[in-house]
């Protein structure tokens, strides 16, 4: 079990003789780090706003700052991981060395802005799924906007060789647009969350004060911001506790085995590409009732990834090694509940196989998995579309609309 924390987040490691291996928060007056971590396209600008509070709460201590974000994941996929990081330090030195890097070593705060992104990300430019809090120094903190418990997080976050911090803002994901931004009062709720974690990088008054001189936030911004400030989860999170890291950096091929001239090889019909499957960029898969299905292959048609498989029965189980969730199924599907959309975390134990030979062996035992995965995790909406709901309410989605 996690050790629940009262106070915040000064976990405290041993020190060593250099900056990289000390606590994250042993040496305030070294340069901090704070990486977002979000679903492109539909959180980038949530995430700028974050970056963006974090370096000017930083001023108010006469501290310097930037925002850089990281290059391989320019231009952004819908719903593909990403990141953006606040840079703040005491001169310009510090901060000016910190900048010159590709993408920090190191982080003081990682920030998952969709639960599910626990579950490993990758850019992209693919060159491997990564762990969350890969980059996550000694005695740093891993803040993630979930409503599940510490327990069901640590089976897909990455276990250390020393104490960190998890720090949960129970709220759901808040999913913007290309050209439409959600302000539900998620980005005060995050700044508010980390102020309370570690006051070390800002404070909440550095925050308040920085809201109060926008003339385009208000009182419940405000509002908002307390509520993560008092809301937000702490655990102590010992060496060891998590599940086991199987992460493998990507390794490029030397020229001795790369192969003679440009040569594409073309997917033989009937078959899918071996080597680009579904990664860290879905949030939510389908579920189908194979008894309710009416065969009319709405499904197989629309989706655009085909990842619909075609039976001798005429159903359509799915492969979900190349679902990517973008839920088009459900949306054409003409029966009620035929399809439903459900948080890809609900699935840790099933993976990717193959559950419709589950649906043939045992129908009963099939659908009692299936409605089981419903009750938990049911998503009624992308959540890209409803950008008018308050969102800081008890940490979840409030019933009036955002004035």
Known sequence: MPERAEGGGRAVSSAGSSVEGRSSTEVREEAKSVEFTYRGIFQKTLAANLCKHVVMAARKRNWLGSTIQRYSD??????????????????????????????????????????????????????????????????????????????????????????????????????????????????????????????????????????????????????????????????????????????????????????????????????????????????????VNFDTCIKCRQCWIDCPDECFEVTEEGLHPINYEYCTGCGICSQVCPVEDCIVMVNDLEFIDEGDRDVYEMWKQDPEAYHRWREEKIARGRIEHHGYYNTDTWAWAGGRQAESPVE
């Open 74 to 287: 320019s231009p952004e996929r819908n719903g593909v991981p990403a990141k953006q990081f606040a840079v703040i330090a005491p001169d310009e030195v510090r901060l000016q060395a910190h900048m010159a890097k590709y993408e920090p070593n190191e982080l003081d705060v990682i920030t998952a802005l969709d639960d599910t992104l626990c579950d490993g990300v990758e850019s992209w430019a693919y060159y491997g799924r990564q762990p969350i809090n890969l980059r996550l120094r000694r005695g740093g903190t891993l803040l993630v906007i979930s409503h599940r418990s510490a327990e069901e997080l640590l089976r897909v976050i990455p276990r250390k060789d020393w104490e960190w911090t998890l720090a949960i803002l129970p709220g759901t994901p808040s999913m913007g647009g290309l050209w439409v931004y959600r302000d539900d009062g998620t980005d005060m709720r995050v700044l508010g969350a980390i102020a309370r974690v570690r006051p070390d990088i800002i404070e909440l008054d550095e925050v308040r004060s920085v809201v109060e001189s926008d003339d385009q936030l208000g009182e419940k911004h405000l509002g908002a911001l307390q509520d993560g400030y008092e809301s937000v989860q702490i655990h102590r999170i010992a060496p060891g506790q998590g599940k086991e890291d199987d992460y493998e950096p990507v390794r490029l091929p030397g020229w001795r085995e790369l192969r003679e001239g440009i040569i594409v090889e073309a997917v033989k019909p009937g078959e899918r590409n071996p080597h680009y499957k579904t990664s860290s960029d879905r949030t939510m898969r389908p579920v």
